[in-house]
């Protein structure tokens, strides 16, 4: 029974809800972390901790990423929906729904590697020393590297919090998109003059003598392309500060980063089902699903699934991508991984839960005891839809995928069981 009990402990140690992404190389200690999503509502931060993770290559040092810490928050667009978790570094009660993230957040920022913290947030409006308006004034955070005092102790790597804010700073005020958009340091001294910062991630780190700062874009900004790119480049900043090279594979304007962040990448569910997210319609029914413990796998850093009255509700971020429709099958054991077809005349194989494309036409080769399904074609008398040509004219709108209605789905079936699902798309 002991045993068991502290099985059961390790077990529930092992299991953590941050998503903590890792990008090493075996030269260095050096560690940046990077937090996203602290606050469920500041779009700017999360996506750009995600993009960060997916389209940049550290190439010296270590780069680790929590995209979006307070997921639920996140999915729910709402600074925190156990109240604000950034408030909750001093104490936390222990009935606290935040409570294990905090703690696993804060072994993570203690971890002996992590050299440097960024917290990304989205702030009101634009700081200036002087009051100018609601929008301009002493109060605003957005467009500020937050410290919370000038100095770590004298010896610590990184520790001149003041200087390496200011660097950051001047850097960032040569690559403005408008002149407004000016960056400022902004100094909470936070031991001395504010205790709800006493509460917050950045000063627990402090305290514990790990350099820290949080990076606020505006959330008066227009777009969330301009928001991510006042982060992106202020991440860079602190990158060069800490000899972290890096490659990225975007063009780093607004409207490259506006494209990136359209691509919301695919989901696989159970490794027998492929959906891709580009153009998909908000809503998709009798997807074949088992009754529990799916697994969703997704390509995008913000990927995230929340069950609600039956539907599975796929998220990016605080971005509703669509919501599917369960119909439950038991999964069969034994399915083909290679499925033969037609295509526009050639004869190929795909992979189990795979897209391919067409021109014209294709066809599913037939396979012994595999019963084929093409989502939308319909013809009377027929209940087995292999080796039959099939062209879009074939394929009712109302079964697609997309809202363009040019991608569909083929399942593939064994007696009642589940085997797969492909995606056709037509060129
Ligand atoms: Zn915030």
Sequence with gaps: MRLLLVLLILLELLHSDINLIKQENSDSNTT????????????????????????????????????????????ANKRGINGDMNRKFAS????????????????????????????????HGFYREKYQSTVFNPNAWGQTCVIDQCKLKEDQEFGNLNEIASIVRENLNKKLLQKHHSFAVKNTNTKFDDEAMQLSLTYYAVT?????????SSKNLSTLAEKVFYQLLAIEEF????????????????????QILQDYGTLKINGNILLNFSDIKKSLSYIPLKSKSNDFTFTHPLGQVKKSNGD????????HITTLKPQYFKMSQNCPNKLGLVIDGESTFIQKASAFYVNDDFKVSKAKNLRVNIIGYRKKGILQESDIDINLENLSHKFS???????????????????????????
């Design 312 to 319: 599975f509700v796929v998220y990016i971020g605080n971005k």
């Design 401 to 427: 995928l997309d809202n363009a209605n040019k991608v569909y789905r083929i399942e593939f079936y064994k007696n009642d069981e589940f085997c797969s699902m492909s995606m056709v798309h037509f060129k």
């Design 239 to 258: 990158m060069k500060i800490m000899d972290i090279t890096y490659i990225r594979n975007f063009e780093f304007t607004q409207k490259g980063i506006a």
């Design 32 to 75: 940046l972390l990077v937090i996203g999503g602290i606050h469920g509502d500041e779009p700017g931060g999360y996506f750009a901790a995600s993009l960060l993770a997916s389209h940049y290559k550290i190439t010296s040092k270590n780069l680790w990423i929590v995209p979006n810490l307070n997921q639920d928050s996140v999915i």
């Design 92 to 123: 936390i009660k222990s009935k606290d729904k935040d409570k294990k993230i905090v703690d696993d957040i804060k072994k993570i920022i203690l971890e002996k590697n992590i050299s440097l913290i960024l917290n990304l947030h989205d702030g």
């Design 208 to 216: 514990n003598n790990k350099p820290a700062f949080a990076l606020e």
